[in-house]
């Protein structure tokens, strides 16, 4: 599964990608996120507070209660800000 | 006739070339509707960085062009979104709309530029005379803004 990272997610985590092979008891986003979380300092500083954390699975916007599987694009970001 | 036309780009626009290429040749467009949101110098800032999302960020823009195309009577509809390092008083983003009438050139270059701040991933950091930076926090303005347009349930 390939994690993207994006504005301060980015800067938190020190990474701007990665690919990840997480366990088959993560089947959607909220739990991809609590894995995540795990993986080290930087990535629990990202998601201290997952509200303020949007996502998108396989470029389209995505809740907390969307599927998730391997070979999927994940995308971790602010609330946008463009315009 | 041709869809929305949708540009993400670090290179600046202009205003009068792009209304020009909308509307060369045409003489079934009554109104064309523009709006340039521009960087400001607030608070001593000194650039706005734009980070995007490559390939989401286009299909945003485009899925929320065809929304305009397919909620007003369009005949043409530019959108075009800079990326990178801007200074103030640099043009930002151009949203343009034509049609028969003035209307539906207006409210869909309104519907586009609200739609787009809440819908298209772009991240603003501000970048200050000292060396401070910052990201710019998305506002509750913005989204009540985008859900006016929210069609009834």
Known sequence: MKILYFAWVRQKVGLAEEDVTPPASVTDVAGLVGWLAGRSPGHAAAFADPRQVRAAVNQDFATPAQAVAPGDEVAFFPPVTGG | ?153
């Open chain 2, 1 to 153: 006739m041709p869809g929305p036309t949708i540009r993400v780009q670090e290179a600046a626009f202009d205003l009068g070339a792009e209304s020009a290429a909308l509307t060369a040749g045409r003489d079934d467009i009554g109104g064309l509707a523009s709006f340039v949101g521009l960087c400001r110098a607030d608070d001593g800032l000194a650039a706005l960085v734009l980070e995007h999302y490559p390939g989401m960020t286009e299909r945003a823009l485009q899925k929320i062009a065809d929304e305009a195309w397919a909620r007003w009577p369009l005949t043409g509809c530019t959108v075009i979104h800079r990326v990178g390092r801007l200074v103030p008083g640099e043009p930002i983003v151009l949203v343009l709309t034509a049609s028969a009438h003035r209307a539906a050139a207006l409210e869909s270059c309104a519907f586009l530029i609200d739609w787009l701040k809440t819908s298209a991933p772009f991240w603003k950091r501000e970048e200050f005379a000292g060396g401070d930076s910052r990201w710019v926090e998305a506002k509750a303005t913005d989204d009540a803004a985008a859900a006016r347009w929210a069609k009834p349930a």
